[in-house]
């Protein structure tokens, strides 16, 4: 009897300790990659660099919580480094000094929502994947990009706008705030509104989710519509940073929103992921680019490692996928 009860003891323990690492390990990870990088980098731990960290990945950050939501529907969103440099140059024209910036920053959302409703449009109303719809939609933008500003930059942006990436309230840097808030409204409408729950029943079995009288078409369209206003949002940001227009800007950001989604959890499969997640896995992705660099590491095996990152989650990924079928 007491033999038994010990192996019961031991099966519950396991089965605690691998709920606890399938809740909460990507967690774990990020914190030991900051005790490692503190270790290997003193500079690592200072405030200065801790804010410059998460000022970085904010603009991914803001992009990947808009294509999590696709994801979870079992979607894919690769256009949004295009969205972001069509928007920067469309804004860019519009913040000249004098001019309203009231009106360029929502022309700028609504260009981005905009592309996001037409990628949404077509993949669920023309069944066509979104991969190859998104990917039509990468191209369009990036060629609209560099058509309307005959492939050049456009600077002599007003103070009032680049405020926006430059400047900071009480010591904490605008994009790091707007990055908490869009965290703080994407939990909220994915763990606490319709369209959440609409989003993971889409995601998890989508004939089921039809049978059951949700209009996926229309979630699905809204789901890329709020992808595609997070873009937006980045651009608009991006551009206040760097203080110019680039419609060669972001080329590949869409990867580093995917890899952060990935790695912070959601299923490419569809039907899981949550927004804190994400986040996390935005700032793996930034405290290892930081890291690297404070070690003196080159780029390129930067890239290398990102990407071995970014497979080993999808294996994990497909491992879990398989155990619960």
């Given at each position: 009897m007491a033999a038994n009860a010990k192996e019961i003891d031991k099966t519950e323990m396991k089965q605690y300790i691998s709920k606890i690492l399938s809740k909460y390990?990507?967690?774990?990870?990020?914190?030991?990659?900051?005790?490692?990088?503190?270790?290997?980098?003193?500079?690592?731990?200072?405030?200065?660099n801790i804010v410059n960290v998460v000022r970085q990945i904010s603009i991914i950050g803001i992009v990947a919580m808009g294509v999590t939501m696709v994801i979870i529907t079992n979607g894919i969103d690769l256009s949004s480094g295009s969205v972001i440099a069509l928007v920067s140059v469309i804004v860019a024209t519009f913040v000249q000094p004098g001019e309203n910036l009231f009106f360029a920053i929502l022309l700028g959302l609504s260009i981005g929502a905009l592309a996001g409703c037409i990628n949404g449009t077509i993949s669920a109303k023309g069944k066509i994947p979104p991969f190859i719809s998104t990917l039509g939609m990468m191209t369009v933008a990036r060629g609209l990009a560099l058509l309307l500003s005959d492939g050049r930059p456009i600077g002599n942006l007003s103070d009032s706008f680049t405020f926006i990436g430059k400047g900071s309230i009480a010591g904490l840097p605008i994009p790091i705030?707007?990055?908490?808030?869009?965290?703080?409204?994407?939990?909220?409408?994915?763990?606490?509104?319709?369209?959440g729950n609409y989003t993971y029943a889409i995601g998890g079995n989508e004939q089921a989710a039809r049978i059951c009288g949700i209009n996926v078409d229309r979630y699905k369209i809204l789901i890329f519509t709020y992808a595609g206003l997070l873009s937006a949002l980045a651009g608009i940001i991006l551009t206040a940073r760097i203080t110019a227009g680039q419609p060669s800007m972001a080329v590949g950001l869409e990867l580093d929103a995917i890899a952060s989604a990935v790695i912070g959890g959601t299923s490419l499969s569809g039907g899981i992921g949550t927004i804190g997640g994400t986040v996390v896995g935005a700032l793996i992705i930034g405290v290892l680019n930081n890291g690297l660099d404070l070690l003196g590491v080159s780029s390129y095996y930067q890239q290398i490692l990102k990407g071995a990152i970014i497979v080993a989650a999808v294996l994990l990924d497909s491992r879990k996928n398989k155990k619960k079928a």
């Open positions: 390990g990507i967690v774990l990870i990020f914190i030991a990659m900051c005790v490692l990088m503190t270790f290997l980098s003193p500079a690592f731990l200072r405030v200065r705030i707007i990055f908490i808030l869009i965290g703080i409204i994407s939990h909220f409408l994915l763990s606490s509104t319709k369209l």
